[in-house]
């Protein structure tokens, strides 16, 4: 899948990482390494190496900030490129608008909205995630989500062609976007957003982290809710319901603080971590007669 070619050299300027660990690129901190991750510093460097993959018959996967991944132990045989260095982000002169690459991160840009006196991002400030995954995902939390204050989205095809898709016509839906089902590569988004005192947004920010603080186990590694919400109900309180809390499978637990997660405690693989969400899903199933649906990606 990525032997066919040494990146390394193969295109100026680009940072090619051959057998890179995944414990390093997600938030779960588990997985095997990845045979090859490029890191394209800009669209156009991503451009050719997209071209050079399709040239190669080689698909590659899109990389963020892997805040909503797991890799399995094995790792990855093929060519993951990723977003981390392409993370510019600028307020629009004269405008109530930001524009960020698609490797910026959420807490970043709500961080640059708010100093600019920007309202919209404000639920964005606690999602580990980047510009490219949350657009790709509609990320959301607290009522808010990405739909909301996405103008534009820029992107390359699978030839490495750059084009821009509207808002309205990215198709956002939970946790759902057209770039969930096209080969096609982010390179950044347009936030349309609105003025307010710089001091009511940071006030609300800081609401925003005191209760993620108290309900979310955010001392330990997890790739956040792990499950999706399921029509008419909430997947923590089906697992709680169901006795789970506190489940462990080696090193990988629900949490106790908050069922809907799914957490590393220390030392977990992702097999541990997969075991674990197996048990949970069939355990509300027979208990329920609901079935919970991963929220996670999991490659290969």
């Given at each position: 899948?990525?032997?066919e070619?040494?990146w390394?050299?193969?295109i100026?300027?680009?940072?090619a990482?051959p057998?890179?660990p995944?414990s390093?690129?997600?938030t779960?901190?588990?997985?095997g390494?990845?045979r090859?991750i490029?890191?394209p510093?800009d669209a156009?460097?991503?451009?050719a190496a997209?071209r050079?993959?399709?040239e190669?018959?080689?698909a590659?996967?899109f990389l963020g900030?892997?805040?909503?991944?797991l890799?399995r132990d094995e790792?990855?045989d093929?060519?993951?490129?990723s977003t981390?260095?392409?993370d510019?982000?600028t307020?629009l002169p004269g405008?109530p608008?930001?524009y960020a690459?698609?490797g910026?991160?959420l807490?970043?840009l709500?961080?640059?909205?708010a100093e600019a006196g920007?309202?919209?991002?404000e639920?964005?400030?606690?999602?580990p995630?980047?510009v490219?995954?949350?657009?790709?995902?509609?990320?959301?939390?607290?009522?808010?989500e990405?739909s909301q204050v996405?103008e534009?989205?820029?992107?390359?095809?699978?030839?490495g062609?750059?084009?821009?898709?509207?808002?309205?016509?990215?198709?956002?839906a939970?946790r759902?976007?057209v770039?969930?089902?096209?080969?096609?590569f982010i390179?950044?988004?347009?936030f349309?957003?609105?003025?307010r005192?710089p001091?009511e947004?940071?006030a609300?920010?800081a609401?925003?982290t005191?209760?993620?603080?108290?309900k979310?186990?955010?001392?330990?590694?997890s790739a956040?809710s792990?499950?999706?919400?399921?029509?008419?109900?909430?997947a923590?309180?089906?697992?709680?319901s169901c006795?789970?809390k506190g489940?462990?499978?080696?090193?990988a637990?629900v949490?106790?603080?908050h069922?809907?997660?799914?957490?590393?405690?220390g030392?977990?693989?992702?097999?541990?971590?997969?075991a674990?969400?197996?048990?949970v899903r069939?355990?509300?199933?027979e208990?329920?007669?609901?079935r919970?649906?991963p929220?996670?990606e999991?490659i290969?």
């Open positions: 899948m990525g032997g070619i040494d390394r050299g193969a100026p300027g680009l940072a990482l057998d890179e995944m390093r690129r997600t779960f901190r588990v997985g390494p990845a090859w490029l890191q510093a156009q460097q991503a451009g997209l050079l993959c399709q190669a018959g080689i590659p996967f900030n892997g805040s909503n991944l890799v790792g990855y093929g060519v993951m490129l981390a260095a392409m510019q982000m307020v405008e608008a930001l690459q698609s910026a991160l807490p970043r709500a961080n640059l909205a920007l309202s919209g991002l639920f964005a400030s606690g999602i995630g980047s490219g995954g949350a657009a790709r995902m509609n990320a959301g939390a607290y009522g808010g990405m996405v534009r989205v820029d992107y390359l095809d699978e030839a062609r750059p084009h821009a898709l509207a808002g309205a016509d990215c198709g956002f939970y759902h976007s770039f969930c089902q096209e080969p096609w390179t950044g988004a347009l349309r957003l609105k003025p005192d001091a947004i940071r609300e920010m609401e925003l005191r209760r993620r603080r108290e979310q186990p955010l001392d330990y590694p956040g792990t499950f999706k919400r399921p029509q008419g109900h909430f923590a309180a089906l697992i709680e006795g789970l489940l462990t499978v080696g090193g637990q949490s106790e603080k069922s809907g997660f799914l957490i590393n405690r030392g977990a693989t992702c097999a541990d971590v997969l674990l969400m197996e048990r069939d355990a509300v199933w208990q329920t007669g609901v919970l649906e929220e996670v999991i290969p």
